[in-house]
């Protein structure tokens, strides 16, 4: 009425009142439509076996696929077990469409509906059904199990979503298609699939009724363009060849770097009757999962020193702890328990960085004083510099390393004789450097299936290469090799070789072998990278890269982020006070730094230990450098993160080719002769 009232008002031609009478009985009639066939559809999801029946007289083309198809099975039980589920899906249904669906239509949307999110989300009380399910078995690979499932909704779910700072929403929704699930890949160790995948073979049927503003484009021809962009938007979310993964299986969840400093007021175990002036000789032994690590035995000391370093992956963080036990080595008997430890990796990761003394546990007293530092894994190749927060493992005892390789050996196909007649029991044996990793043998086989992984820290992953032997465990010669330089996973997206198939060579024979090769550097939680650097002047004043100063007593406060962009080193003056020099990395610009201890004779610990800001390297004192231009003039950052001499970079095969007060080295590199006296 208002809109004749409207038309006559504004003294509009009759047409106009005809045009909106035709419109709203085109609507009425497609909403009728629509809202039979939903009913029909949900009377038939609740009521399936009355359904069946009635549509036995009329016609089969609408029946079930599980009726029309014998090799199609009913399963019925899934869909008693999903009404049982269904609340609990609702709640992961918010949290997956939010976190994971949302930031994919936003690369889907054009620019003006960037700002798209779902502001409510109810899946209702009446889940999608299963009508029918089928298993294929012929022409699928080993590693996985396909079915393709006949999906069903009508439901009462209603979904609220905002753009452009509209909010429109969603009700009513028919959904209907044929979905395929593939279990890949299975594991030979529990929950033995290591994901679920599903996409739909075909568009799926899906139709809705729009709700907020969305009721003002509730237009036969308005609401079929938006319908469109709506079926575009998900055949590029989960059509084939799209499709949505939900991974099962652990990842390794990241690596620890453990350092046992020292322990003190240990119990002293070879105290006897015949001789009181014997003490404890303690070691420690270290257990993360399979994983276990000793350290040097210390004689004769309640108090003992060790500063050692280690590295260990953690494949699950929740629930996994560090086991430290301490125990006094004896030569004539079994060795006697001084005290344990259990850390629960939780807290490390949480934490980040933990440095404290622990009280240890089944002993009279004893104490041990540990550094334990969690790294995630990241696929950025930026992060294979060493920041920061990472220069105080440099002078560990033994190498740490910047990054992971992940394999994962799947097959070897068609493996060659050792002698001839003789049947192989082939084993695979991978190193990388000085760390040599095998298989297990599978007996008289040219075909084996390992399905085994396979971890190598890596130092540097430009130069090094992983070599892949095959070796008759029976004759033991070797069958196949073949070599992968780590740099080319590097180029690879997201760092990763996913089943691809390498050829192993002997002689003029190839043999097919299946792998999967991931690479991963070691980064800080977010629990270190938000956390605040603060650095103190307190004697003198702090001196900036451009040689102003700030005040005495001043407080600075550097963030991470800053510290990437800034070099920090401490100087010493000519009183022995110290200054700290900050200078613009990124500008290339480097301060003078003095380079008094560069060239000493040094140790890793104790005396002659080089000052803060140099590291030993070889018996000698280098200054620590991460980035381009933290050296001065005359040296150069090498691999190794300390400044060294140009010419000790130059290559060489004489003494004669190096400079004067300067040597060949065994690397073929010059090297500065340093004297005594320096």
Not at 32 to 56: D, G, H, P, S, V
Not at 138 to 160: P, Q, S
Not at 378 to 387: G, M
Not at 555 to 581: H, M, P, Q
């Amino acid at each position: 009425m208002f809109a004749c009232w409207l038309i006559g008002y504004l003294q509009l031609s009759m047409l106009w009142v005809f045009l909106f009478i035709v419109v709203y009985i085109l609507k009425t009639r497609s909403w009728i439509k629509q809202e039979q066939k939903r009913l029909c559809l949900r009377n038939y999801i609740l009521q399936e076996r009355e359904t069946i029946i009635a549509q036995f007289s009329q016609t089969t083309n609408d029946l079930p696929a599980w009726v029309q198809f014998p090799d199609i099975e009913r399963i019925e039980w899934v869909n008693r077990i999903l009404q049982q589920l269904w609340p609990y899906i609702g709640e992961y249904s918010n949290i997956f469409l939010k976190e994971f669906i949302e930031p994919q239509i936003r690369l889907q949307m054009p620019s003006p509906f960037k700002s798209f999110k779902f502001v409510s989300i109810d899946m209702g009380d009446i889940p999608f059904r299963v009508s029918g399910l089928k298993v294929y078995t012929n022409n699928v690979g080993r590693d996985k199990v396909i079915m393709d499932m006949d999906l069903v909704y009508a439901g009462d779910a209603e979904f609220t979503v905002q753009a452009c700072g509209f909010r429109g929403g969603l009700k009513q929704i028919v959904l209907s298609g044929k979905l395929r699930c593939t279990l890949q890949p299975l594991l030979p160790h529990p929950p033995m699939v290591g994901g679920i995948s599903g996409s739909f073979i075909e568009l799926p049927k899906f139709d809705f009724i729009l709700t907020g503003i969305g009721e003002f484009v509730q237009l036969p021809g308005l609401i079929d363009a938006i319908r469109s962009i709506i079926n575009l938007q998900l055949a590029n979310l989960a059509v084939l060849p799209n499709k949505i993964v939900f991974p099962l299986a652990p990842n390794i969840n990241g690596i620890v770097r453990l350092k046992i400093i020292q322990a003190r007021n240990l119990e002293n175990k070879d105290k006897s009757f015949f001789n009181k002036k014997n003490l404890s000789d303690p070691y420690c032994e270290i257990q993360l999962g399979s994983q276990h690590f000793l350290t040097k035995v210390i004689n004769d000391n309640l108090n003992p020193i060790f500063n050692e370093c280690f590295e260990a992956v953690v494949d699950q963080a929740s629930g996994q702890r560090l086991r430290i036990e301490l125990f006094d080595k004896d030569l004539a008997g079994a060795d006697e328990e001084l005290g344990r430890l259990s850390l629960p990796l939780d807290s490390v990761r949480q934490a980040g960085e933990i440095e404290k003394w622990y009280q240890l546990e089944g002993c009279k007293n004893g104490e041990l004083n540990l550094k334990v530092c969690w790294l995630d894994l990241s696929t950025n190749a930026v992060d294979k510099q060493r920041d920061e927060w990472e220069s105080e493992w440099l002078g560990a005892d033994r190498p740490m390393h910047p990054a992971l390789l992940m394999i994962f050996l799947d097959s070897v196909s068609d493996l060659p004789y050792p002698k001839s007649g003789l049947e192989p029991s082939p084993l695979i044996e991978f190193s990388l450097g000085l760390n040599k990793q095998q298989s297990p043998v599978k007996t008289r086989t040219t075909n084996p299936l390992y399905q085994c992984k396979f971890n190598f820290f890596v130092k540097q992953p430009e130069g090094q290469e992983l070599k892949i032997l095959a070796i008759d465990d029976g004759t033991k010669r070797e069958i196949g090799e073949l070599s992968i330089p780590v740099r080319v996973v590097m180029k690879e997206p997201n760092m990763e070789l996913t089943q691809q198939t390498f050829y192993l060579q002997h002689g003029v024979h190839s043999s097919p072998i299946v792998l999967t090769v991931r690479l991963r550097f070691f980064t800080p939680p977010k629990s270190i990278l938000e956390r605040k650097e603060v650095a103190y002047g307190t004697d003198v004043h702090i001196e900036r890269g451009n040689g102003s100063f700030l005040s005495d007593k001043t407080l600075i406060v550097l963030t991470v982020k800053d510290a990437r962009n800034y070099g920090i080193f401490e100087k010493r003056s000519v009183l022995g006070t110290t200054l700290l020099a900050l200078y613009n990395v990124s500008a290339g610009k480097s301060p003078e730094i003095s380079m008094e201890s560069q060239g000493r004779n040094c140790t890793f610990s104790g005396v002659g230990k080089c000052p803060k800001g140099f590291v030993c390297l070889r018996g000698l004192c280098a200054k620590r450098c991460y980035y381009k231009g933290q050296c001065p003039d005359g040296y150069l950052c090498q691999h190794a993160y300390a400044c060294m001499g140009k010419c000790r970079a130059k290559a060489c095969a004489k003494d004669k080719d190096c400079p004067e007060n300067w040597k060949c080295g065994k690397t073929r590199k010059c090297t500065k002769i340093i004297k005594e006296n320096e």
